[in-house]
Structures are given as C-alpha cells and as structure tokens.
C-alpha cells in the first residue's frame, strides 16, 4: 500500500481497503497488507494548534518513518499525529504493516520501491519528495503554507514495465516541481514517461517545464464530481496537450491524448413520483402502501462531499430529489504489454470499452 501524501482525498480510499470488511461497497471480506509506504509529512498538533511539527529555516522536521516512528507519533511527544490522519496511522497499525518512508536524496543515487528494483521486470522508481539532510537529520522542503508543502511533498513514482514509463505525480505543484527539477539537475530524463497521472487533479498550479521535460503521449487527470476547484483547469489541460509526444500518422494525431475522469463519467437521472412498500405491518394488520404526493413525503440520506471523509444528515421533499442510475464512473483503464500501451474508458451508453493504443517511445 502506497500512499502518496497526507491529504484525506489521497488515503481515504486506502483507510476504506483496511476495513474492507466494514465497507458494504467493496466486493472483499479482508485485505492484508504486509508493507506500507508514505511521504513522510504528516498532520500534527502542539498546544492545540494544527500543523506539519517543527518547521525551521526552510525544512519541515518532523517527519514518519517506520512503524515505531508512527507508534511514537500516536502516543505524542512534543508534537502528536493530529485528526483523520492520526486515525488513518492508528489503523495503520493495527495492520501489523511494515511501514516506511519513501524519497529521493540526490546525494544518493536514486532509489527503488523494495521488491521492485531496476533488474525487476517491474521497477519502481522513487524520483521525490526530495530529501534533505539538516544537522544529520532528514527533512523536507517547507512551500510555506500547509497546503503547498503536504501537496508539494507528495510521492513522485515512476514505474517501468518493459519499454514502458509511467509516471504518478501525487498533487505536485509549481513549487515542488520546480524544486525537483533543480535536485535531478543532469538527470531530468528520468521524468519523461508515456503516460502521466496528472498533478493535483487538473490543477493550474504546475509548471509548465515540468511538464516539458515529461513529455506524455498520454495523460490521465483524476478528479472529483463537486469539488470547489473547477478541475481540470483548461489551461493545464492545454498545456498537456502542448507539452505531450506528438504522433501524426495518415494525417491523423495519435498522441498526446488527453483523458479526464469528468468527461468519462456519467449518469441517468430520473424524477421519482411513488413510493410503494409492500407488506407493511401496522397494529396487527398487512398493507401495500403506494404514496404519490411526493411533495409531502420527505426523504432523508446521508451524503459524503468529494474528499470529504464524513457523511452528513439531509432531508428534502421527493419532489426535490433526482434519482441517479447507470452510472458510468469515469475510469480510465491502462495496460501495457511493455511495448504496446492501452488507454481505455468506458462508452456512455453500450459500456463497450473505447480503447486507444500507441507504442511506448522509451
């Protein structure tokens, strides 16, 4: 299990897999999980007040490590793992999880993801957050805000399958990957990649040269269905599609190919007008109820905003309620035999996959 930073829209999905069991919409009774991989950064608090820990001359300190650096965290010191991210550490724990701490030290050469090292048919290779040694202790780059570091400080991965290169970026920014390009210096080759999870969910907080230097033929932006940010932004949209591995043949462009969660996905929606319930019991005797005035039946539900981790109580008249049906999720599938590269999405009304390919260039 990798996690790529500390912000709740990136292990929500994580903390549901470690109670599979608890979660009615995963198809699993249990998932093990016998290693655990993170960023470093996490959400603490001091007298009250909520924040990365020790942030001093640039560097944020206070950084997770293994599993008994996340224990001591719990417990608390002069700082204590703070809120839904010191929930999600203490189930974590309950893993039995061998946990560790993911970087790339450009006094060192560059690292991999144990088990998937670069003699390994898979190799994963870890290319940030860049690590930096202060006083003989690890540290990270402060960005100056909370948002900017936890997001800066993300994972940067690339994973190798034959000729293949995919890079996962995490919620990177214009900062960090400004940063990262200054740490790799002469080996900024290892960013390029045939298909890039985009930064940040479409963000426009990105650097245009960042993205030059990967070059895509592919990119994928994941991002949410009511989210405040209006992602994907269409500049960075455009900027991928300037900065993507070109490909024309027969007139036609093959790459770079621009896929969004938010165009693949869709739904129906219906208006109810009846509620029936069959066999209802009241004082000893069975009915079979049919309620059509729907402006005086009211429906209560619980809803979970995008990112949000906690469901909130609503109540509204079924005249105001759309009924929401054939969803189409907006995945976008892809596979490679380490030459070829699939990328594929689903058709909004057969659920017949519509499949592009290309031929990786590495």
Avoid at 154 to 160: H, T, V
Avoid at 274 to 298: A, W
């Amino acid at each position: 299990m990798i996690c790529s930073h500390c912000d709740a829209d990136h292990y929500g999905g994580l903390w549901d897999l470690i109670n599979a069991a608890e979660n009615a919409e995963l198809d699993c009774t249990s998932v093990e999980i016998k290693k655990f991989y993170h960023a470093g950064a996490g959400w603490w608090t001091k007298d009250g007040q909520r924040s990365l820990g020790k942030i001093e001359n640039g560097y944020i300190k206070s950084l997770l490590d293994d599993r008994n650096s996340i224990i001591a965290g719990l417990e608390g010191g002069e700082y204590k793992l703070q809120g839904e991210w010191a929930k999600f550490m203490e189930c974590i724990k309950t893993t039995q999880a061998e946990c560790k701490r993911l970087y790339y030290n450009p006094k060192k050469d560059f690292g991999h993801l144990p088990g998937y090292e670069k003699e390994k048919p898979l190799s994963i290779k870890v290319l940030g957050p860049i690590e930096t040694t202060v006083q003989g202790q690890p540290a990270l780059k402060d960005f100056k805000s909370p948002s900017q570091n936890t997001n800066g400080n993300s994972l940067l991965l690339r994973l190798d399958y034959g000729r293949s290169r995919i890079l996962l970026t995490g919620d990177l920014n214009q900062k960090s990957q400004q940063h990262i390009l200054e740490a790799l210096a002469g080996s900024t080759q290892e960013l390029a990649a045939d298909v890039v999870k985009s930064c940040h969910h479409g963000s426009d907080d990105c650097s245009y040269s960042f993205l030059q230097y990967v070059q895509a033929a592919a990119t994928i932006i994941s991002s949410g269905d009511d989210e405040t940010h209006a992602h994907p932004r269409p500049n960075i949209v455009g900027a991928s599609g300037a900065t993507g591995f070109r490909k024309i043949s027969g007139d036609k462009l093959l790459t770079p190919m621009i896929y969004s969660t938010e165009i693949s996905r869709s739904l129906k929606i219906g208006n109810p007008y009846r509620v029936s319930y069959k066999d209802y019991q009241h004082q000893g005797n069975i009915f079979d109820l049919n309620l059509l005035d729907e402006k005086k039946i009211q429906v209560s539900y619980k809803q979970t905003k995008s990112g949000g981790l906690n469901a909130e109580d609503k109540t509204t008249s079924l005249s105001r309620l759309r009924v929401a049906d054939k969803f189409v999720y907006g995945l976008v599938n892809v596979r490679t035999d380490g030459n070829k590269i699939l990328c594929a999405v689903l058709n909004e009304g057969n659920s017949s996959w519509e499949i592009k390919s290309f031929e990786s260039r590495f």
